[in-house]
């Protein structure tokens, strides 16, 4: 289990830190689309920021791993969520856009 998933106090303690909320804040100021959506030519508003290289109980504390913006991933709901758990209940070919709706991916790219 990584250290996102695990419900430990030192998880809890760094996702609600002054420190990990204000590089999230920046990180998601400065990436406001999913970076995974965007090579895929798919305009989607990034929610999440998203460690590279996972946490762990032996580095979260590090800030060039866990603060550096070099290790950090702006992900939309649906990316971040196939990160952590997996392929989408809908399949590779749909998704869902930012006003909930399930849209075929193809269709995105041809309208672009």
Request: aromatic share 10%.
């Amino acid at each position: 289990m990584s250290f996102y998933q695990e419900d430990r106090p030192k998880q809890k303690r760094f996702y609600s830190s002054k420190r990990w909320r204000a590089c999230r804040d920046v990180y998601l100021s400065t990436h406001p689309l999913c970076e995974r959506c965007a090579q895929a030519g798919i305009a989607s508003t990034a929610e999440h920021v998203h460690h590279k290289i996972e946490l762990t109980e032996a580095n979260y504390s590090n800030p060039m791993i866990a603060l550096n913006p070099d290790n950090l991933e702006a992900l939309c709901f649906e990316c971040h969520r196939k990160e952590h758990h997996g392929a989408s209940e809908v399949g590779e070919e749909y998704f869902f856009n930012d006003e909930g709706e399930l849209v075929r991916r193809e269709e995105i790219s041809a309208q672009g």
